[in-house]
């Protein structure tokens, strides 16, 4: 679905699957540990991409690259910094779409912008591969849960730390009553998807594009947030093309108070549903608790204070606070978001509504090359002569 504004659209939402919700078995391409996480791995993903698969087959041949022979789910565990997140990795079955809000499985919290999504299809489609899984967050069943314990207890597949002191353990999960359970724990459940929304929305270009074959699956991990919840964390942004003082009256205007502490007051006060903007200069934090139809401090700064905004800025986002307070400058106002709560992802699949554009972190996300999906080595049709994943 198409939204913001006449003519051709600025962003879109994606669709859904309809229910119910399945994750298919396929053939794990992994990495060598001394290739995830390795910088250098990042030349082997590169342009052309048409020649990905053929990189990656070298690599095969000199031992860095293995593809199972036999299709699984995978149950992956990766812990670093202390945080420990387990999930199911599996194919998303994508080859139907949900016709109501009753059916939808997947909910994004954010749009996404369609030439990105028509850049990303386009290379995995060159590629023939899923590099990487989105990730999906749901409460999970209990059974599942209980599954994935009673899995745990057996010796890992794999188990390694990469190159970014990620340590990882990998179950192959191919008994049958195993999959069952799986299958019938995840057919009802709600998820939202936490990391991925353009790749998943790729995907749905390609298993258009390509119904009836292996595009019909896109490589997904699910992660049960009452087991292993990620952390949510903050992303920052500076408005350029505005000042301190539009900002200021823009929340007064809307009914929030603006107030200028020093700097060190500034970022103490910083957290819960207050926010703090800087322009390099001057400081000033703003409450928006107050604001009439509250919902969350990132949704009330683009949905209620930029619109007051005499034009609205171009943004740029950060991860660090250091990078954001960096940017800050002439004519450029840099915004510290204080950390979503963990119930804000319920709150947005229970209201069906959107987040601002890059609102939340989901983190850790797991290192690149663990777990990757060859739809070439999944397609019915003859394998070219140099694909020999």
Same mark, same amino acid.
């Given at each position: 679905?198409?939204?913001?504004?006449?003519?051709?659209?600025?962003?879109?939402?994606?669709?859904?699957?309809?229910?119910?919700?399945?994750?298919?078995?396929?053939?794990?391409?992994?990495?060598?540990?001394?290739?995830?996480?390795?910088? /250098?791995?990042?030349?082997?993903?590169?342009?052309?991409?048409?020649?990905?698969?053929?990189?990656? !087959?070298?690599?095969?041949?000199?031992?860095?690259?293995?593809?199972?022979?036999?299709?699984?789910?995978?149950?992956?565990?990766?812990?670093?910094?202390?945080?420990?997140?387990?999930?199911?990795?599996?194919?998303?079955?994508?080859?139907?779409?949900?016709?109501?809000?009753?059916?939808?499985?997947?909910?994004?919290?954010?749009?996404?912008?369609?030439?990105? !999504?028509?850049?990303?299809?386009?290379?995995?489609?060159?590629?023939?591969?899923?590099?990487?899984?989105?990730?999906?967050?749901?409460?999970?069943?209990?059974?599942?849960?209980?599954?994935?314990?009673?899995?745990?207890?057996?010796?890992?597949?794999?188990?390694?730390?990469?190159?970014?002191?990620?340590?990882?353990?990998?179950?192959?999960?191919?008994?049958?009553?195993?999959?069952?359970?799986?299958?019938?724990?995840?057919?009802?459940?709600?998820?939202?998807?936490?990391?991925?929304?353009?790749?998943?929305?790729?995907?749905?270009?390609?298993?258009?594009?390509?119904?009836?074959?292996?595009?019909?699956?896109?490589?997904?991990?699910?992660?049960?947030?009452?087991?292993?919840?990620?952390?949510?964390?903050?992303?920052?942004?500076?408005?350029?093309?505005?000042?301190?003082?539009?900002?200021?009256?823009? /929340?007064?205007?809307?009914?929030?108070?603006?107030?200028?502490?020093?700097?060190? /007051?500034?970022?103490?006060?910083?957290?819960?549903?207050?926010?703090? !903007?800087?322009?390099?200069?001057?400081?000033?934090?703003?409450?928006?608790?107050?604001?009439?139809?509250?919902?969350?401090?990132?949704?009330?700064?683009?949905?209620?204070?930029?619109?007051?905004?005499?034009?609205?800025?171009?943004?740029?986002?950060?991860?660090?606070?250091?990078?954001?307070?960096? /940017?800050?400058?002439?004519?450029?106002?840099?915004?510290?978001?204080?950390?979503?709560?963990?119930?804000?992802?319920?709150?947005?699949?229970?209201?069906?509504?959107?987040?601002?554009?890059?609102?939340?972190?989901?983190?850790?996300?797991?290192?690149?090359?663990?777990?990757?999906?060859?739809?070439?080595?999944?397609?019915?049709?003859?394998?070219?002569?140099?694909?020999?994943?």
């Amino acid at each position: 679905m198409h939204v913001n504004g006449e003519g051709p659209p600025a962003v879109e939402v994606p669709a859904s699957p309809a229910r119910p919700f399945r994750l298919r078995r396929f053939r794990g391409v992994r990495l060598s540990p001394q290739k995830v996480a390795n910088p /250098a791995t990042a030349r082997a993903f590169a342009r052309p991409y048409h020649h990905v698969a053929r990189r990656l !087959a070298e690599w095969q041949a000199e031992g860095y690259v293995q593809l199972d022979s036999e299709p699984a789910l995978y149950l992956h565990e990766y812990s670093v910094h202390g945080m420990t997140i387990r999930g199911l990795v599996g194919g998303m079955d994508l080859s139907s779409r949900a016709a109501t809000t009753e059916e939808r499985v997947v909910f994004p919290h954010e749009a996404v912008h369609p030439e990105q !999504a028509d850049e990303l299809a386009d290379r995995m489609h060159e590629m023939g591969l899923n590099p990487a899984p989105i990730l999906l967050v749901h409460r999970g069943p209990a059974d599942v849960r209980a599954l994935q314990a009673e899995i745990m207890r057996q010796v890992p597949d794999h188990e390694f730390t990469d190159r970014a002191d990620q340590h990882h353990r990998l179950w192959r999960i191919t008994t049958p009553a195993h999959l069952d359970t799986i299958e019938a724990g995840l057919a009802t459940s709600t998820f939202m998807i936490a990391d991925g929304h353009h790749r998943y929305a790729a995907y749905l270009r390609l298993q258009e594009s390509h119904p009836g074959t292996a595009w019909d699956r896109g490589l997904t991990m699910v992660v049960d947030q009452d087991d292993t919840p990620f952390f949510l964390g903050a992303i920052h942004r500076t408005f350029v093309g505005t000042s301190l003082d539009a900002l200021a009256a823009a /929340a007064q205007a809307a009914g929030a108070t603006a107030q200028f502490p020093r700097a060190e /007051a500034a970022l103490q006060a910083l957290g819960g549903t207050t926010w703090i !903007a800087t322009d390099g200069d001057r400081w000033m934090s703003v409450d928006t608790s107050e604001l009439p139809g509250h919902s969350s401090p990132v949704e009330d700064l683009h949905h209620t204070l930029v619109p007051l905004l005499e034009r609205e800025p171009a943004v740029q986002h950060h991860h660090s606070v250091e990078d954001a307070i960096k /940017a800050a400058g002439l004519n450029s106002v840099s915004i510290l978001l204080p950390a979503p709560d963990h119930g804000l992802p319920d709150r947005i699949m229970g209201a069906i509504r959107l987040l601002p554009e890059k609102a939340t972190s989901f983190q850790p996300k797991p290192s690149l090359g663990v777990l990757m999906r060859s739809v070439d080595s999944e397609l019915m049709t003859p394998l070219a002569p140099d694909v020999v994943l």
